[in-house]
């Protein structure tokens, strides 16, 4: 099973207690982070919270990285055994339906940017460890990563 610990400098305490708690999280072991996608009951699908947390850790991470961080490579995981990423939550895809296309046209656009803000972001290179399927919208943040691996087990 992978280990990590957190880095104590990185981030305040109520930081990286917040995102211990949130959908995703960060770690750092040696010179290597892990960002985890932290759903593992739905597979770990991306949702509009999941978005925005992910892109406030992008954020934070690339302040940390600019400073005084020895990271030189994230690794990129979902939490469990079975998925990387079940793609975009269904039951708020649904929701999309009655919507005008123009509308869905800006709520995906938004939807997808908070997750693939990281391509921008970080001056690292993301490795995606795919420890299951990557659907949909997993899909695409595995392909937005510099480089795809298989992974096995819990992440």
């Keep these: 099973k992978h280990s990590t610990r957190v880095n104590n400098h990185a981030f305040g305490s109520e930081i990286r207690k917040r995102l211990s708690s949130s959908l995703v999280s960060w770690s750092t072991n040696d010179k290597v982070g892990t960002i985890t996608l932290k759903s593992p009951k739905t597979f770990n699908a991306l949702t509009i919270e999941m978005g925005k947390d992910f892109e406030a850790l992008i954020g934070k991470i690339e302040k940390e990285l600019y400073n ?3 990271v030189q ?6 939490e469990g055994d079975k998925a990387f990423s079940a793609g975009g939550n269904l039951e708020w895809l649904h929701s999309l339906s009655d919507n005008a296309v123009h509308n869905n046209v800006d709520n995906m656009v938004q ?6 803000c990281m391509r921008q972001k970080l001056p690292v290179p993301v490795i995606a460890a795919l420890q299951g399927p990557a659907m949909g919208a997993g899909a695409c943040l595995a392909l937005s990563c510099d480089l795809r691996v298989a992974a096995s087990g819990d992440t």
């Design 68 to 70: 005084e961080s020895d």
């Design 73 to 78: 490579a994230i690794v990129l995981c979902g």
């Design 111 to 116: 939807f997808y940017s908070s997750f693939i």
